[in-house]
C-alpha cells in the first residue's frame, strides 16, 4: 500500500530563518506531487505540483520554492521566512493517469515568531 | 474568486440523523468532484468522489449527489455517527495547462455529531 511521510510534524522558526519541508511517498512509482498551505480560517491552497522529477509548477507567487530531487521526494523551502508564512503545509500524491483522488500526508505546522 | 463554496461554517446533527453538507461550484469546467474528512492536526483523507458523469454515488454511509444544471453537489451521511465529528471539505478537479489535475477546495464545514 502507499503511504506518504510529511516532517516535522511542527516547526517554530524565526522571521527570516531558511525553511526545508520534507516529503516522501511510498509505494507508487512516478506520483504527482503536491505541496498546499492551510492558513488559519482559510481553505487549502495549492502551492506547486510537481509531474516528474525536477519539474515543479508554481500555482501562486510566493516566498517560497520547491524542488523535487528525487521521484518520490518533494522539499518545500524559503530562503527567509516571513511571518506570513506560518500555516499548516501539506503534501500530497496522486497517481500520474486520470482523474485521480489526491492522498495527503499529517502535515506540518509552521508557526513565525 | 472563490470557485469552490461552501456557505456553512459548521453543522450540528445528532447521532443516529442524516447530516447533509452542501457545496456549490462556479467553474463548469470541473469533471470530477470529491469530498475529504480532516481531524486537527491531520492532513484530509479522501472519504468519496463523483464524476461529472453520474448524479450520484454510494459507499457505505455515505452519498454524494451531483445536481450539475445547479452546480451544486451535496455528502449525505446516514446514519451520523460521534466518529463523524470532523471537518469536511469538498474539492473539485479541473485539468491544467501542464497536463495534470487540479484539485480546488472549499473552506470546509465543521460537523460535530452530538451523541
Known amino acids: 500500500s502507499q503511504t506518504i511521510h510529511q516532517w516535522p510534524a511542527t516547526l517554530v522558526q524565526p522571521v527570516g530563518s531558511p525553511l526545508s519541508l520534507e516529503c516522501t511517498v511510498e509505494?507508487?512509482?512516478?506520483?504527482?506531487l503536491y505541496w498546499y498551505r492551510q492558513a488559519a480560517g482559510r481553505g487549502l491552497q495549492l502551492l506547486f505540483y510537481?509531474?516528474?522529477?525536477?519539474?515543479i509548477s508554481s500555482e501562486v507567487p510566493q516566498n517560497l520554492s520547491a524542488s523535487r530531487p528525487q521521484d518520490r521526494q518533494f522539499i518545500l523551502s524559503s530562503k527567509k521566512l516571513l511571518l506570513s508564512d506560518s500555516g499548516f503545509y501539506l503534501c500530497?500524491?496522486?497517481?500520474?493517469?486520470?482523474?485521480?483522488?489526491?492522498?495527503f500526508g499529517d502535515g506540518t505546522r509552521l508557526s513565525i515568531l | 474568486d472563490q470557485q469552490v463554496k461552501q456557505n456553512s461554517p459548521s453543522l450540528s446533527v445528532q447521532e443516529g440523523r442524516i447530516s447533509i453538507l452542501n457545496c456549490d461550484y462556479t467553474n463548469s469546467m470541473f469533471d470530477y468532484f470529491l469530498w475529504y474528512k480532516k481531524y486537527p492536526a491531520e492532513g484530509p483523507t479522501f472519504l468519496i468522489s463523483i464524476s461529472s458523469i453520474k448524479d450520484k454515488n454510494e459507499d457505505g454511509r455515505f452519498t454524494v449527489f451531483l445536481n450539475k444544471s445547479a452546480k451544486h453537489l451535496s455528502l449525505h451521511i446516514v446514519p451520523s455517527q460521534p466518529g463523524d465529528s470532523a471537518v469536511y471539505f469538498c474539492?473539485?478537479?479541473?485539468?491544467?495547462?501542464?497536463?495534470?489535475?487540479?484539485?480546488?477546495f472549499g473552506k470546509g464545514t465543521k460537523l460535530s455529531v452530538i451523541p
Open positions: 509505494g507508487t512509482s512516478n506520483p504527482n
Open positions: 510537481s509531474i516528474g522529477i525536477d519539474q
Open positions: 474539492a473539485a478537479t479541473s485539468l491544467s495547462g501542464a497536463g495534470s489535475y487540479q484539485l480546488t
Open positions: 500530497a500524491w496522486s497517481r500520474q493517469l486520470g482523474n485521480q483522488p489526491q492522498h
